[in-house]
């Protein structure tokens, strides 16, 4: 009996629809626990200005992006850089001379216990609620589906993917040869292109579901286009060879619908073609162009080519309208201050009247309304992580690392005539179109567990910043339960980020420590080669252990989170790390989960440059509860 394979492809989808399903019902625990907050409800969703009251502009002037210093590569913090130090976990430097070709790791430690009478030992009553990921519920399994099949792809994103590509093999090869059926590859083909557009937008029903930013979802949109790729050129093959070996191609081109099945086939190879990762970091711009242009063609091409799509053709057009409806709720027009940091090659963005609605690691994707960005740069979007905190009167920042002809434009912009005097420092005032908040850590809650580490390579450095400085506001609101933050910032060049160690330094101001003006932060130590990531670790669960008897005894230990930021390499070497945690030790804290936003080039961070591909300076900054 012959199977209507447009009845078939509803059934698949329906399938695929179900599978999603299970997905977000197995993190429907996580979400309920975040969302019982009534905070987390008005953040990390739509940014907005708020009214900040007396106390939170006396008490959040500390401000934790890089300031400007003149540089000054022979300043005395360069000169404890490079001297011996000994962290608490493991790190020790030697007292000689490291040249640039070598790199560093910092380390610092910032403790946040409160130790004075006046704070109350009893359990406050607004500390997030935990629940622990599958991942943490059952290690062996977690690490399994963490291990890495190859750089930046897992165990468990492999399984996704072979069990997507499963389903629509079945259904093209269901009762059917594919090799004398080619309608059938057709009909598989287009049946999934709602499919590839959700996943490939912004604001994407799967994302909302399963909690997970677009970002974490992009893997398994360039699958599926491939697979439409696959099918939609076997199918087309299989009618030309077809009517070549007949004779009647010519004949059967002169057919409108075929004509418009070949400028849809067209569309979508170009499409393919210019989505390899050699035009998306190469020419980003010719990645996105194509990309729109293809996606404006191919829709309409195909339904010209097969009517019958049409419910298809609905679903692709009421996905993408539904995006841009949550574009428009989310973009904001404001005006903003910029200005150069050369000692960092960083473009410092501060826009203080949008002061909240974000989560810590979550990024904007900017546009700058200047034609001095050139002649299309100006309609260009770039993705990056806001390095602030919210509800503080700094308002939303953004620091632009120079790696790109955008970015380096910027830069220059902020140099050229026009500066306004702003705290002693020179700033220019422009125009920018935010659109967000994006990403993030999804229905993870940090302030929910009893030690956060975070190891970040560059530029990543900005997603910890506004992280720990969200976890230390939560903390002197009594609403986290964490007791240790640990910071291990991986860098090329420790003299470019000696003047940093201000910046650590207000976080141990905001705990019980205070930095010495001639010496480094205390617990601030530098480190030549990698980061010894599994010391840190050990050590980080060693102190969690062992504070659950001591102040905020009365929380129970809710395990570690792991979050890392930097290239794909250092994502998959954390993963590998915290996979090989003892059984005995991850079940006395608690389990560790892992959050990794990882990017190759032009990612979330718009970085295109792998700072570990020499032997790294790694600063660590530790012991924050």
């Keep these: 009996m012959a199977v209507d394979a447009f009845q078939l492809v509803f059934h698949i989808n329906i399938f695929i629809c179900a599978i999603v399903v299970v997905f977000a019902l197995s993190t429907l625990p996580r979400a309920l626990a975040r969302f019982s907050s009534a905070a987390e409800w008005r953040h990390g969703h739509i940014l907005r200005s708020i009214r900040l009251g007396p106390a939170r502009l006396r008490g959040m002037r500390a401000k934790m992006s890089y300031p400007h210093v003149p540089q000054n590569p022979k300043s005395p913090n360069e000169k404890q850089l490079v001297a011996g130090y000994t962290s608490s976990a493991g790190h020790e430097s030697q007292q000689d001379d490291v040249m640039t070709e070598e790199s560093h790791t910092y380390v610092s430690h910032v403790d946040l216990l409160r130790y004075d009478s006046t704070r109350t030992l009893a359990p406050p009553s607004n500390l997030p609620p935990h629940v622990r990921a599958w991942s943490a519920v059952s290690p062996p399994l977690g690490a399994f589906l963490r291990h890495r099949l190859d750089v930046g792809l897992s165990v468990g994103q492999g399984l996704i993917l072979g069990l997507y590509a499963t389903i629509l093999v079945y259904a093209s ?58 099918l939609s050129n076997f199918h087309a093959l299989g009618y030309i060879y077809t009517w070549t070996f007949r004779g009647k191609f010519v004949q059967n081109m002169k057919n409108p619908t075929n004509q418009m099945g070949l400028v849809a086939l067209i569309a979508l190879d170009v499409l393919c073609f210019f989505s390899i990762p050699f035009w998306r970091r190469k020419a980003y711009n010719i990645f ?96 990056f992580t806001i390095a602030s905190v919210a509800k503080t009167p700094e308002g939303l920042v953004l620091l632009c690392k120079n790696v ?89 060049d420790p003299s470019k980020y000696a003047h940093a160690t201000a910046d650590f330094g207000a976080l ?112 660590q900054n530790g012991q924050v509860a």
Excluded at 450 to 473: E, R, Y
Excluded at 516 to 534: E, M
């Design 404 to 492: 790109g002809g955008w970015t380096n434009r910027l830069n220059e912009l902020a140099k050229v005539a026009g500066y306004g005097c702003e705290d002693g420092e020179l700033t220019r005032s422009i125009t920018v179109m935010i659109d967000g908040p994006y990403g993030g850590a999804g229905h993870s809650v940090f302030a929910s567990y009893s030690a956060a580490m975070f190891v970040v390579g560059g530029s990543g450095i900005t997603f910890a910043l506004s992280a720990i400085q969200d976890l230390i506001q939560r903390d002197q609101e009594d609403a986290s339960r964490v007791k240790i933050i640990e910071l291990v910032w991986s860098i090329q």
């Design 288 to 383: 996105i162009f194509s990309h729109i242009i293809c996606f404006v063609v191919f829709p309409p091409m195909a339904y010209a080519h097969e009517k019958r799509m049409l419910p298809w053709m609905l679903a692709t057009g009421a996905i993408y309208g539904l995006d841009r409806i949550f574009h428009l709720l989310k973009t904001r027009i404001f005006n903003a201050r910029i200005r150069a940091i050369p000692d960092l090659s960083v473009t410092r963005i501060e826009i203080p009247a949008l002061n909240a609605g974000w989560r810590a690691g979550q990024h904007v994707r900017i546009r700058v309304l200047s034609s001095a960005m050139g002649l299309i740069g100006w309609m260009e979007v770039h993705p």
């Design 173 to 230: 090869c269901y009762k059917s040869n594919p090799f004398k059926d080619p309608v059938r590859m057709g009909v598989v083909a287009m049946s999934q292109i709602p499919v590839v557009y959700m996943l490939g937008t912004k604001n994407n029903l799967i994302g909302m579901f399963v909690g997970m930013g677009y970002e974490k979802l992009n893997y398994i949109h360039r699958f599926a286009g491939l697979m439409m790729f696959i």
């Design 508 to 619: 141990h101001s905001r705990g019980r420590c205070s930095p010495k003006r001639d010496s480094l932060p205390p617990g601030l130590t530098l480190t030549a080669g990698r980061p010894r990531i599994a010391k840190v670790l050990d050590a980080v669960i060693a102190r969690a252990v062992s504070y659950g008897s001591g102040v905020k005894a009365y929380m129970d230990i809710t395990g570690v989170i792991v979050c890392v930021c930097g290239p794909v390499g250092l994502g998959d070497e954390v993963a590998e790390v915290v996979s090989e945690v003892d059984p005995g030790r991850r079940w006395a804290v608690g389990g560790i989960e892992i959050h990794e936003e990882t990017f190759i080039a032009g990612g979330v961070l718009g970085i295109v440059r792998n700072s570990l591909r020499t032997r790294p300076f790694v600063i």
